[in-house]
């Protein structure tokens, strides 16, 4: 399998590095299978670090590696458990560390809008649930360990088109 990650720089060698933000699936190293993603992904890093430069680096995953020697988390669909649990990092910070993999749907900016909406007590879960189905997820592959980062190898990086 093919995974990206969009930064600021090319990283070549994963590394868990300690971070303030409260992101879906707590502290990690963030992937995707869709190329669009990352890329869109790495204007948000520039902005952020306030930097020019943009990449998306390139890695090849063995899934038989999951099976055989991660603890993984998968959420499948943006469910009940889903929500609970991105809703237990986004706002108070990381919930879970047994897991050396969690893999599951990603809140890009447009599914935050709705999770913000029920965060706020604006939209009940129902609500929120039922939204989220309609909306176009994408996946993400947060490795949380050493052992989860010794699964990727890297295969390139590139310079994303666009401005």
């Given at each position: 399998m093919i995974?990206?990650?969009?930064?600021?720089?090319?990283?070549k060698k994963p590394m868990l590095v300690p971070n303030q933000?409260?992101?879906?699936?707590?502290?990690g190293f963030y992937t995707t299978s869709n190329k669009?993603?990352?890329?869109?992904?790495?204007?948000?890093?520039?902005?952020?670090?306030?930097t020019d430069t943009r990449f998306v680096s390139v890695f090849d995953?063995?899934?038989?590696?999951?099976?055989?020697?991660?603890?993984?988390?998968?959420?499948?669909?943006p469910d009940?458990?889903?929500?609970d649990f991105v809703q237990q990092n986004r706002l108070q910070g990381e919930?879970?560390?047994?897991?050396?993999?969690?893999?599951?749907p990603v809140a890009n900016d447009d599914v935050f809008t709705t999770l913000q909406l029920h965060?706020?007590?604006?939209?009940?879960?129902?609500q929120t649930l039922q939204t989220l189905k309609v909306k176009e997820l994408y996946d993400q592959y947060?490795?949380?360990?050493?052992?989860?980062i010794r699964c990727l190898n890297y295969s390139e990086s590139y310079i994303p088109k666009g401005d």
């Open positions: 995974l990206y990650h969009g930064s600021n720089v090319v990283v933000r409260r992101l879906d699936f707590g502290f669009e993603q990352a890329e869109r992904f790495t204007f948000q890093v520039a902005r952020r670090t306030k995953y063995d899934e038989n590696n999951e099976a055989a020697n991660l603890k993984v988390l998968r959420f499948n669909s009940e458990e889903w929500l919930t879970d560390s047994e897991y050396d993999l969690i893999i599951g965060f706020l007590g604006i939209l009940t879960r129902e947060v490795f949380k360990s050493e052992k989860a």
